[in-house]
């Protein structure tokens, strides 16, 4: 596949948090005390040579520095499925993956998911594949619901004293509404 290609498959979205990335790395530097050593754009030049990269790290092409992301520290580590779920969480684990490779912030999601939704269980091996995904998926659907059923239900009450407040003979109803139509829908539904 060739590095337009590589990246053009991740959409404009991955594009994007590449290009925050980068940004956030800067240009060039050749720093005494960094193990990484020679490095562009975050891209160390031992990483660059094992992309098949010969160039000089001083003027290593965006193509090549795009699809290394792309392919190394996206795509790679599982973490492209998460782009539609939650961008901004995979914008997190693929900044912390290319500064510190992607073993540790993989493990970090898998610790972070059986922390906020215990129930999933995750094992924690710092390898995001299918079962990480739908746990992330289910925890964010419980957590959204949990979060939105209580304020649907407020609206709700509210829209029922403000149909009261314009006609008080409705007022007779409110019990019932209450008793019956607020919190009707319990919050271990959410799953």
Known sequence: MS?????????????????????????YVNHPNDPGGETNKGITKKVAVEHGYTGP??????AVVYSIYYESYLKAPGYEPLIPLDPAVTQELFDTSVNMGPSRPSRFFQESLN?????????????????????????????????????????????????????????????????????????????
């Open 3 to 27: 590095t337009r290609s590589a990246v053009a498959a991740g959409g404009s979205v991955a594009i994007a948090i590449i290009a925050a990335t980068i940004g956030l790395e800067g240009g």
């Open 57 to 62: 790290m001083r003027t290593i092409p965006d």
């Open 115 to 191: 922390e906020i939704c215990p129930a999933l269980k995750l094992k924690i091996d710092g390898r995001v594949g299918p079962a990480t995904i739908a746990g992330f998926a289910r925890c964010q659907r419980t957590l959204l619901c949990r979060a939105m059923l209580p304020r649907l239900d407020a609206k709700q009450l509210a829209e029922y004293d403000r149909l009261i407040r314009a006609n008080a003979k409705l007022a007779v109803f409110r019990k019932g509404w209450v008793n019956h139509r607020i919190g009707n829908v319990p919050l271990e539904k959410c799953s």
